[in-house]
């Protein structure tokens, strides 16, 4: 029969826009695909939120469970003032603990991006049994991916002076630089959506919202002397690693993704001639080494 010969389609995952409790905060995020697969746990980068991953998870959906938070003051979440909560990459691993314990995910894969990566990183290394494997799309944990463009944000490290945060709020925190952010080193910038930068720029925009990412930038001073201990991490647990990394990336470049040879054995490695956001650029591409890699790299979940 014709029936019998068609093969049976997928079926049809919508993204769920949805919101948590996680210790008074709330904290928004996207939600697609059956609970009964494998989980990837998506962690975006600055200025951007869950709002990067808005095409790869219906391109994920239909073989994985697939989940997107935004941090606080993040996105949809909750952006309590700068001098009212902790924002530090140690808190927002402990907001991301909560919330991986809110839902229920017991073991999953996770994707990390710019900031996503010492965020993830610090969770993966505190509970290495339940990530099942890493998806690293320009996200550093080496001191080779630190390179010129990070020069006036270690400026501020050394010295938290109003210059230095007015030199920062200057050159990372208007539209023109949001927009870099999204077109520098892709192949057609023609094929990048503006509403990326308006929708970032817009809740960059926010009352208070620029003295959070300050705070945020200066933190960031926090994460080089993690690197040993996530190293650490990679070499003694080698959990599956695919890595696709936009080769033109001015802000976390190339020179920061072979070093993960290093250390990590069981290792895809996928340059891409894009920028820092690749996903804009090539995120059918992602989508598609993504699904090869969980289904060889991740079993399913067994039946309850």
């Known amino acids: 029969m014709k029936n019998k010969a068609k093969k049976k389609k997928a079926a049809a995952y919508p993204t769920l826009h949805k919101t948590v409790d996680i210790d008074g905060l709330e904290i928004f995020y996207r939600a697609a695909g059956p609970r009964n697969r494998q989980t990837l746990l998506l962690l975006h980068g600055f200025p951007t939120s869950s709002h990067m991953f808005r095409n790869l998870i219906p391109a994920l959906s239909d073989k994985f469970h697939v989940v997107a938070p935004d941090y606080p003051g993040f996105g949809a979440s909750a952006m309590p003032k700068v001098d009212g909560f902790a924002y530090t990459f140690d808190r927002f691993a402990e907001i991301m603990e909560g919330f991986i314990e809110k839902l229920g995910l017991k073991k999953f894969s996770l994707y990390v991006m710019d900031y996503g990566a010492p965020v993830g990183f610090r969770i993966a290394a505190k509970h290495p049994k339940r990530v099942e494997a890493l998806i690293i799309q320009n996200g550093n944990a080496y001191e080779e991916g630190l390179r010129e463009f990070w020069d006036p944000i270690k400026a501020y490290w050394k010295e938290r002076s109003d210059e230095n945060a007015e030199a920062l709020r200057n050159s990372l925190l208007t539209l023109d630089a949001t927009k870099w952010q999204y077109t520098n080193g892709v192949r057609n910038p023609e094929t990048i959506a503006p509403d990326n930068w308006f929708n970032d720029q817009y809740l960059l925009d926010r009352p208070g919202n620029k003295e959070i990412q300050l705070q945020l930038f200066y933190d960031y001073g926090s994460n080089p002397s993690r690197y040993p ?38 290792l895809t490695f996928h340059i891409l001639d894009t920028g820092h956001f690749a996903l804009e650029e090539d995120g059918s591409l992602i989508a598609r080494l993504i699904k090869e890699f969980i289904e060889k790299h991740v079993a399913a979940p067994k039946a309850a």
């Open 229 to 266: 201990e996530w190293q650490a991490y990679f070499r003694k647990y080698q959990p599956p690693t695919l890595i696709v990394w936009g080769k033109n990336d001015y802000i976390f470049p190339e020179e920061g993704a072979h070093p993960y040879k290093r250390d990590l054995k069981n």
